[in-house]
């Protein structure tokens, strides 16, 4: 056994305190560092950890003298010394001097030359020196960064302990200091590490503080309204932008229910599942449609999730974003996705979606009716597209006037539309094609009228498909389409002259001179029966293409500017489009297109000459000239008839057929 003394006992109590300080504080200090990963922690973790082992070690030497023990406790005393100083630089966010590591790097290598001669005093004194001077820089630090009285007190415990390990050497052999120095620095040792302590714990409480009021004012100056709830539903505060967003004043909502002003009836059981939901951990994200103060409708994109107060009281923190801009255009969108741009009508998609799900409904029988606009094609082509989708949106009208509010109407495809009829018998559903067939015929005599082509199925039985009930309305609408097709371009095509008519009043009695002139000449020139119904046709429809030019230019009074008489040339082109979308007409296309050229290959609009221009195309350009010449118009004076032979026996030869031309001239006289 060992036996020491009073003083050597009491010694080594103190040790023994001083070394279990410095493991609780290294472990406390360890467990910070595994909570909060701050580097410094981890350092001062390392700082403890040195301490304890050079007092470990200061200990064996108590019990077994051993002289090589001190060269261990220096280089834990060298190494304590420099992760002090790391420690305390890295809290403060300073630079750590390379000379601290440059100093460490030549102690040791002091350390391994004294250990050689195993002399006490020689092995730990510049160990020794070095902490001091760790000590006195970090106390100097904690002094010259300090904010608060702990970080004063941190300051004056490290400059006490410095002072005492740079005099260590020299006052162990002080027997007062023998006596009682160890309890000193245990001490002054005790008081540094609780310094530590407190400068961590009023860091945190600094951390926190800063953190709660940048909370807080994220908090108030979010544009997201913000607000707290707790268990009952009860508003604890809100911020700026929910009552902005609301209406409601901060008096109107703090200490109320959320049910009172921002919760509508139809959402209260919902908000009250939520509220418990949240409670129990869950997030929850959806959209609410409300109501502000004013009773305009909003529409919010609402968050909510749990959260604990600075009271640890559990909360309910609720996030809304106006969402009200955003979900119109959301439904706009979704409205046009299902709806037809021009018509308003549904769309081919909506009309699929919805014969889908009446493919297994009950609600039997179900009708179908499928609409062709008779003679769009020829329409546009006459009086352009803007027109046309007039037209369109015309009989959009006359097929929402003509049925019932449950029934359902498409725009099918370019010119075809569908009406599905639920719960339709097929009386009703001929009472529907009726109103719209009686509603057609009113508009026989707008500027617009409408010829529809329609074609009805009725699905009776669950087992039939409703898809192929659709192919049959449609086939039907087809053959009807095609039975009517022919009187309803011809509809069309009256009025279209009629149009033209109303547009210039000489032309209506311009082609009936003409009409008859024509049928005349073509007895003289003795044409067949059906050259001469050509030739009468032609006389009718010649001009036809003259409806897609302005009134204003038609009957300018005086001469043509270049642009306008560009547009007058355009006609030919305009009436053989008119012609080439019917089947009737179609033979006279080319006729329309080339009753301008002339017979020298100045005329136009593909300036053809001599033979190259249709026969029928000479004939009434001459029959035409003739009848312009011997009445007024707009372009020409008057003549009488033998100043119209003059000119006719003029232009022939560059602008008529020469032979045709004395044919003629022998005809008239």
């Known amino acids: 056994m060992f036996k020491l003394n009073f003083l050597s006992t009491l010694e080594l109590g103190f040790t023994y305190i001083y070394t279990a300080a410095f493991i609780i504080f290294a472990l ?46 220096a280089i834990f005393i060298l190494f304590e010394a420099y992760y002090l100083l790391k420690a305390v630089h890295t809290y403060f966010s300073l630079e750590l ?9 030549f102690l040791v290598f002091i350390l391994i030359l004294s250990s050689l001669s195993l002399n006490r005093f020689v092995i730990f004194a510049p160990a020794l020196l070095f902490l001091a001077a760790a000590f006195f820089k970090s106390g100097e630090i904690f002094f010259n960064q300090a904010f608060n009285n702990y970080f004063k007190f941190a300051g004056a415990n490290s400059w006490a302990l410095g002072t005492i390990v740079f005099f260590l050497p020299y ?145 309910i923190l609720s996030m809304r974003i106006d969402y009200t801009d955003y979900k119109i255009k959301e439904e706009k969108i979704k409205y046009l996705s299902y709806h037809d741009n021009l018509t308003d009508l549904y769309n081919r998609t909506f009309m699929e979606e919805e014969m889908k799900r009446l493919n297994d409904s009950r609600r039997l029988p179900i009708s179908v009716i499928m609409i062709d606009v008779n003679g769009l094609k020829l329409f546009n082509d006459t009086f352009g597209h803007q027109k046309g989708d007039q037209l369109l949106i015309k009989t959009a009208e006359i097929l929402k006037k003509s049925t019932r509010a449950s029934d359902l109407i498409a725009r099918w495809a370019g010119d075809e539309f569908a009406i599905l009829l639920p719960s339709t018998s097929k009386k009703d559903m001929k009472k529907i094609i009726n109103r719209i067939q009686k509603n057609c015929e009113q508009t026989n005599k707008d500027q617009i009228s409408i010829s529809l082509a329609l074609g009805a199925a009725i699905k009776n039985e669950e087992n039939e498909d409703l898809f192929e009930i659709f192919e049959l309305a449609d086939k039907r609408m087809y053959q009807q389409k095609m039975s009517q097709g022919k009187k309803a371009k011809r509809k069309l095509i009256s009025n279209i002259l009629l149009s033209l008519a109303e547009k210039s009043h000489e032309d209506s009695f311009h082609i009936q001179r003409l009409k008859e ?14 050259e001469k119904n050509k030739l009468i046709e032609l006389a009718e429809l010649h001009d036809i293409g003259k409806i897609s030019i302005s009134e204003k230019i038609l009957n300018k009074k005086g001469k043509l500017n270049k642009k306008e008489w560009e547009k007058i040339k355009k006609h030919s082109e305009v009436g053989y489009k008119i012609a080439a979308a019917s089947k009737e007409f179609a033979s006279l296309a080319k006729l329309i297109l080339h009753h301008h050229e002339n017979w020298d290959g100045s005329g136009y609009p593909e300036g053809l000459k001599k033979e190259e221009i249709p026969y029928l195309a000479r004939v009434i350009s001459i029959v035409d000239a003739y009848d312009v010449m011997l009445n007024k118009n707009l372009y020409s004076k008057k003549m009488n008839k033998k100043e119209a032979i003059e000119e006719l026996n003029r232009a022939a030869g560059s602008q008529f057929d020469p032979a045709l031309t004395a044919e003629f001239i022998n005809f008239i006289e």
């Open 171 to 315: 006052l162990r052999f002080n027997s007062y200091f023998e006596k009682y120095g160890i309890f000193l620095k245990g001490l002054f040792a005790l008081l540094f590490m609780l310094s530590i302590f407190a400068i961590y714990y009023e860091d945190l409480q600094y951390r926190l503080k800063i953190r709660e009021e940048q909370y807080q004012k994220l908090f108030n100056q979010s544009p997201a309204g913000m607000l707290l709830l707790d268990k009952d539903g009860t508003i604890i505060t809100v911020n700026d932008s929910i009552c902005q967003y609301t209406g409601y004043s901060r008096e109107e909502l703090e200490g109320e229910s959320m049910f009172k002003n921002l919760v509508p009836i139809e959402y209260k059981i919902r908000a009250q599942k939520n509220i418990q939901d949240i409670l129990n951990g869950e997030d929850k994200e959806y959209i609410m449609k409300t109501y502000d103060k004013k009773n305009k409708l909003k529409y919010f994109l609402m968050k909510e999730t749990k959260f604990i107060q600075s009271n640890f009281r559990t909360a």
């Open 517 to 530: 002139k024509a049928a005349d000449f073509a007895d003289y020139l003795k044409l067949k029966s059906s």
């Open 97 to 105: 001097d390379q000379f601290y590591l440059k100093t460490l790097k």
């Open 28 to 73: 406390g200090i360890f467990l910070l560092y595994q909570r909060n990963k701050r580097i410094y922690l981890w350092y001062f973790t390392v700082f403890a950890v040195l301490s304890f082992l050079a007092n470990a070690v200061d200990i064996l030497y108590y019990y077994y003298n051993f002289k090589i023990l001190y060269f261990f406790y």
